[in-house]
């Protein structure tokens, strides 16, 4: 029997419930706005409430491994539980780890995240190129054995990330082009899109110079409290915006700890994104 990829099941969840993904990011000043101290308590408290509220509302959910790592491994049982949660009521659980290693290593990090028996299995990690796209094979390997996917750093809405990103290479394309051909190439034949993403900021203006349709998915963060709406899409994405998975996080995580209103404003989102691309 055959394992359904990724790509395929994030497109049947993205038409059904809309392309957004919310982020899970239990950070010490989000912890305090919700009335909770910044301990393992506060943590599981913030953690349960965030995944009663998004679990089968929004297409994927995306926890940051740092903020549950910091309490070490009571804070990763923490995010074990959540993982299982919301993969349970169908929401798809993109890992943000952005592991980044060489061979043993790499392949270590992916199978804490990508075999299908780990604890923190997920439907797709974030990972870092910048040892060159190579190192991403074990990834990549156990991505398509498991039916999980990757999502690549290529075009990344922090500013500091253009001077590794915006180089150009002797070809004459810079790192970041490269990055998004060498997905193309995962992705080709794929259907009905690949498993293989990009991580491209929503705040980076007209992309038009670059080639976004790699026949997979693109993480979109930077919707909401970064400065970009939902309606920046198409002007950002082009052609490619259908496959565009826009990112929030403080955006809706500040309406809580109201489960209704976290609730509320994932789908307020999520309206406004379906909008934009059915618009485009």
């Not at 209103?261 to 309206?271: M, N, T, V």
Request: charged share 20%; aromatic share 6%.
């Amino acid at each position: 029997m055959s394992i359904e990829s990724f790509g395929t099941r994030l497109r049947r969840v993205m038409d059904e419930r809309g392309p957004l993904c919310v982020g899970i990011d239990p950070h010490a000043s989000l912890l305090s706005a919700w009335g909770l101290d910044d301990t393992l308590a506060g943590l599981e408290t913030f953690t349960r409430i965030s995944v009663e509220a998004l679990a089968e509302t929004v297409a994927v959910v995306k926890p940051q491994a740092a903020f549950f790592e910091r309490f070490g491994s009571r804070g990763v049982a923490v995010l074990e539980k959540a993982v299982a949660e919301l993969r349970s009521a169908g929401t798809l659980v993109v890992m943000d780890a952005k592991r980044g290693d060489i061979g043993s290593t790499m392949a270590a990090y992916a199978e804490a995240f990508l075999r299908k028996d780990s604890p923190l299995f997920s439907d797709a990690l974030t990972v870092s190129p910048y040892l060159g796209y190579g190192s991403l094979q074990p990834a990549v390997s156990l991505a398509r054995e498991n039916g999980a996917g990757l999502f690549v750093l290529a075009l990344t809405s922090n500013p500091e990330g253009g001077e590794v990103q915006h180089a150009v290479r002797a070809d004459g394309r810079n790192i970041g082009a490269t990055m998004l051909a060498h997905l193309a190439e995962e992705n080709s034949g794929a259907e009905p899109m690949g498993s293989f993403g990009a991580v491209v900021g929503a705040t980076l203006g007209d992309l038009s110079s670059y080639e976004l349709d790699i026949n997979g998915p693109l993480l979109a963060p930077g919707i909401g409290a970064q400065g970009a709406t939902p309606a920046d899409l198409p002007s950002v994405f082009g052609s490619a915006v259908r496959n565009v998975v826009p990112n929030v996080s403080r955006g809706v995580l500040k309406a809580g700890p109201s489960v209704p209103a976290l609730r509320s404003a994932a789908e307020r989102f999520a309206d406004e994104v379906r909008a934009a691309v059915a618009g485009a």
